[in-house]
């Protein structure tokens, strides 16, 4: 069977798959659900969800989740467009949800769906995945107030409780409501008239509930002179009072003013995404305003989970749920709209069922399905030959592709920097798999190399002397697969918390005549065979990694002493401490060769556990880019000043 590409948007369903043997046979990755758009109430969409994901997962059981089951009646509609994300990946993370707080009331359904449709709330996610979520007063009469709150932590629990399950001695159950029209990057909250008076004294001041958003409309309404806003939040505030925008200036730590056309602007000058927009208007065009913030707001922030789990929610009813890290980190989106970013990065859907056949599993699986993320000038062919880098990114276990090239900074950075990412899935596409089965991840020193010799062949306009390679946790792992698969393809790679990996001496011989420059990077949370948080250095297995690669670039191997060098364990020729996005402290280590090249590194984020960080790309890029392999001699060429 040819590649087949496809727009990330297109459902995958209705492929045929045929067995090609039973040495060498696997199915592909189902990223969409088969889902149409469905506009259904809350107490239906929570009684649909268990049954509609078992159907498309059967090999699990799901059920509705607790959080929901007393959730007030007649109150909220949901509205889930076409192919929401595969479940029991980490997709469903990136869903846009679009929530609406508004005081106004429906006669019925049809009603409630004219007014979000009215509004554009459904074609916004139509195009990017996701869903919108209507809600109206418990109490029509006497508006807004302290059991709306309750329903709105009830309603973000379900939501933000991706991938979460209860687990038995034999098998889990999972609660469906999350996969079904949750999610936690992309969350919007829009508030209009009462509703933006609600959203002003009971959810902006809470930081569980305010650190969860990455964007607010809020069109009038009023604040009570008592409340704060503790965390940053992107906020377009339409004829607010003037106490009001202050607050959320505040909130924001603005430090700048401006003005776009009529609409006053309060920013931070050093993180521009923390902003507060205000407009005034007699004519209040709701519909315009949505758009407005959309475009210009919305799909401009992210955010991302990386404080430590119940650090500031221990108390909480759900404390144990998923996500449950409040506030999450603010950080730069770059959406997929209709399959490309706005600053054109198409991403592409490539399956197969030939091409990596040779490099299966015992179980007979094997890489089928790959993303690639090309910049326009690839697309359009304006872009020369050889003038385009490639970061190979391997996502980690549970994780999904695109979701991990996201919620890493990598989407964001390919937007600036024009180069283009290659990211497989190699995860087993059998869900009754256990842990200790062989999965496509197992075969990645075959596989990788030959996809990667594939991409360059397909796409004359990559660099072959700026191949890059990362990963994160199972996706470390699979970095270092790929460098023991054929270093001689990588200019540079960076192992984000991910373990060493069984080689053959074969696979080691290699290095005697290549160079492999490598970056470690941890956290003082991470899991325990890669950070030991009770003595409070990195644990055994990076120690490991790190005299490999300096005994692969014919460097001196480190004797760890961690009393005199706390956390590192060595010195290093480099050391940085530095502040990472202003919150949380980053240490870094490099060792120079006899040339003075900083060929193997180590990095410490401080304080945040094991998880993806938007911040990890830039980390890796900074150090990597400058970097390539001459791809006749093989040799290593290192230009600090790489543009």
Same mark, same amino acid.
């Given at each position: 069977?040819?590649?087949?590409?496809?727009?990330?948007?297109?459902?995958?369903?209705?492929?045929?798959?045929?067995?090609?043997?039973?040495?060498?046979?696997?199915?592909?990755?189902?990223?969409? !659900?088969?889902?149409?758009?469905?506009?259904? %109430?809350?107490?239906?969409?929570?009684?649909? *969800?268990?049954?509609?994901?078992?159907? @498309?997962?059967?090999?699990?059981?799901?059920?509705?989740?607790?959080?929901?089951?007393?959730?007030?009646?007649?109150?909220?509609?949901?509205?889930?467009?076409?192919?929401?994300?595969?479940?029991?990946?980490?997709?469903?993370?990136?869903? /846009?949800?679009?929530?609406?707080?508004?005081?106004?009331?429906?006669?019925?359904?049809?009603?409630?769906?004219?007014?979000?449709?009215?509004?554009?709330? /459904?074609?916004?996610?139509? @195009?990017?995945?996701?869903?919108?979520?209507?809600?109206?007063?418990?109490?029509?009469?006497?508006?807004?107030?302290?059991?709306?709150?309750?329903?709105?932590? !009830?309603? $973000?629990?379900?939501?933000?409780?991706?991938?979460?399950?209860?687990?038995?001695?034999?098998?889990?159950?999972?609660?469906?409501?999350?996969?079904?029209?949750?999610?936690?990057?992309?969350?919007?909250?829009?508030?209009?008239?009462?509703?933006?008076?609600?959203?002003?004294?009971?959810?902006?001041?809470?930081?569980?509930?305010?650190?969860?958003? +990455?964007?607010?409309?809020?069109?009038?309404?009023?604040?009570?002179?008592?409340?704060?806003?503790?965390?940053?939040?992107?906020?377009?505030?339409?004829?607010?009072?003037?106490?009001?925008?202050?607050?959320?200036?505040?909130?924001?730590?603005?430090?700048?003013?401006?003005?776009?056309?009529?609409?006053?602007?309060?920013?931070?000058?050093?993180?521009?995404?923390?902003?507060?927009?205000?407009?005034?208007?007699?004519?209040?065009?709701?519909?315009?305003?949505?758009?407005?913030?959309?475009?210009?707001?919305?799909?401009?922030?992210?955010?991302? &989970?990386?404080?430590?789990?119940?650090?500031? %929610?221990?108390?909480?009813?759900?404390?144990?749920?998923?996500?449950?890290?409040?506030?999450?980190?603010?950080?730069?989106?770059?959406?997929?709209?209709?399959?490309?970013?706005?600053?054109?990065?198409?991403?592409?859907?490539?399956?197969?069922?030939?091409?990596?056949?040779?490099? &299966?599993?015992?179980?007979? @699986?094997?890489?089928?399905?790959?993303?690639?993320?090309?910049?326009?000038?690839?697309?359009?062919? +304006? *872009?020369?030959?050889?003038?385009?880098?490639?970061?190979?990114?391997?996502?980690?276990?549970?994780?999904?592709?695109? $979701?991990?090239?996201?919620?890493?900074?990598?989407?964001?950075?390919?937007?600036?920097?024009?180069?283009?990412?290659?990211?497989?899935?190699?995860?087993?596409?059998?869900? *009754? *798999?256990?842990? !200790?089965?062989?999965?496509?991840?197992?075969?990645?020193?075959?596989?990788?190399?030959?996809?990667?010799?594939?991409?360059?062949?397909?796409?004359?306009? #990559?660099?072959?002397?700026?191949?890059?390679?990362?990963?994160?946790?199972?996706?470390?792992?699979?970095?270092?697969?790929?460098?023991?698969?054929?270093?001689?393809?990588? +200019?540079? +790679?960076?192992?984000?918390?991910?373990?060493? #990996?069984?080689?053959?001496?074969? !696979?080691?011989?290699?290095?005697?005549?290549?160079?492999?420059?490598?970056?470690?990077?941890?956290?003082?949370?991470?899991?325990?065979?890669?950070?030991?948080?009770?003595?409070?250095?990195?644990?055994?297995?990076?120690?490991?990694?790190?005299?490999?690669?300096?005994?692969?670039?014919?460097?001196?191997?480190?004797?760890?002493?961690?009393?005199?060098?706390?956390?590192?364990?060595?010195?290093?020729?480099?050391?940085?401490?530095?502040?990472?996005?202003?919150?949380?402290?980053?240490?870094?280590?490099?060792?120079?060769?006899?040339?003075?090249?900083?060929?193997?590194?180590?990095? #410490?984020?401080?304080? #945040? &556990?094991?998880?993806?960080?938007?911040?990890?790309?830039?980390?890796?890029?900074?150090?990597?880019?400058?970097?390539?392999?001459?791809?006749?001699?093989?040799?290593?060429?290192?230009?600090?000043?790489?543009?």
């Amino acid at each position: 069977m040819k590649t087949k590409k496809v727009l990330s948007v297109i459902l995958a369903a209705g492929l045929s798959v045929g067995a090609l043997s039973m040495e060498a046979s696997a199915a592909l990755y189902q990223r969409h !659900q088969s889902n149409d758009a469905t506009f259904e %109430t809350l107490k239906e969409a929570h009684e649909n *969800a268990p049954g509609f994901i078992m159907s @498309e997962y059967p090999a699990r059981t799901y059920v509705g989740d607790p959080a929901l089951d007393a959730y007030p009646e007649n109150t909220t509609y949901v509205y889930r467009s076409a192919g929401m994300l595969n479940t029991t990946a980490g997709g469903p993370r990136m869903h /846009t949800n679009l929530m609406v707080y508004t005081d106004q009331s429906f006669a019925d359904k049809d009603a409630a769906l004219a007014y979000i449709t009215e509004l554009g709330l /459904t074609k916004m996610v139509d @195009e990017a995945t996701g869903s919108v979520v209507l809600v109206t007063p418990i109490n029509p009469e006497t508006g807004f107030g302290d059991a709306d709150q309750y329903a709105y932590y !009830q309603l $973000q629990s379900a939501m933000c409780n991706v991938g979460f399950s209860i687990r038995g001695e034999d098998s889990s159950t999972y609660y469906a409501d999350a996969g079904y029209f949750g999610g936690v990057t992309n969350r919007y909250v829009i508030g209009i008239d009462g509703g933006a008076t609600f959203i002003n004294n009971y959810i902006s001041p809470t930081m569980d509930y305010v650190g969860r958003i +990455a964007g607010m409309l809020l069109i009038g309404g009023e604040m009570e002179k008592i409340q704060e806003v503790p965390v940053c939040v992107p906020v377009w505030l339409v004829n607010a009072d003037e106490d009001v925008v202050q607050k959320y200036a505040a909130g924001n730590e603005t430090d700048s003013v401006g003005r776009n056309g009529d609409d006053l602007l309060y920013y931070n000058s050093d993180h521009p995404l923390q902003q507060v927009i205000s407009t005034t208007t007699d004519n209040v065009d709701v519909a315009a305003c949505v758009q407005k913030a959309y475009d210009e707001l919305f799909i401009k922030s992210m955010r991302v &989970p990386v404080v430590k789990a119940g650090l500031h %929610t221990a108390s909480t009813e759900y404390r144990n749920y998923n996500w449950n890290q409040a506030p999450y980190s603010l950080g730069a989106r770059n959406a997929i709209i209709n399959g490309v970013t706005p600053d054109g990065i198409h991403v592409v859907e490539c399956q197969d069922e030939e091409l990596l056949k040779d490099y &299966p599993t015992n179980k007979g @699986e094997f890489v089928t399905t790959w993303y690639e993320f090309l910049p326009d000038e690839m697309v359009n062919g +304006a *872009a020369a030959e050889h003038s385009i880098p490639l970061i190979v990114v391997n996502h980690g276990g549970g994780d999904d592709p695109i $979701q991990a090239v996201d919620e890493l900074g990598w989407l964001k950075l390919a937007g600036e920097e024009r180069f283009a990412i290659v990211a497989e899935r190699h995860t087993s596409e059998d869900l *009754a *798999a256990s842990f !200790q089965d062989e999965s496509p991840w197992h075969t990645l020193s075959g596989a990788m190399p030959a996809l990667v010799r594939h991409v360059l062949e397909t796409h004359p306009e #990559i660099d072959p002397s700026r191949v890059y390679v990362t990963g994160y946790s199972m996706g470390g792992g699979a970095t270092n697969r790929c460098v023991y698969g054929d270093a001689s393809l990588f +200019a540079a +790679a960076v192992n984000m918390s991910g373990t060493p #990996i069984e080689h053959t001496e074969e !696979q080691e011989e290699q290095f005697k005549e290549l160079d492999m420059p490598m970056m470690l990077t941890t956290c003082t949370y991470d899991t325990w065979t890669h950070y030991d948080a009770e003595n409070g250095y990195i644990a055994e297995d990076f120690q490991q990694n790190i005299n490999s690669y300096l005994g692969y670039n014919e460097m001196e191997p480190v004797e760890f002493d961690f009393e005199k060098y706390p956390m590192s364990g060595f010195k290093g020729d480099i050391y940085r401490e530095t502040m990472i996005n202003d919150e949380y402290p980053n240490y870094s280590w490099f060792m120079l060769n006899e040339e003075n090249v900083p060929m193997v590194g180590l990095s #410490i984020v401080e304080f #945040i &556990p094991h998880g993806l960080y938007q911040e990890y790309a830039n980390l890796a890029w900074g150090w990597m880019k400058n970097f390539s392999r001459n791809p006749e001699t093989k040799e290593i060429e290192y230009n600090p000043y790489q543009n």
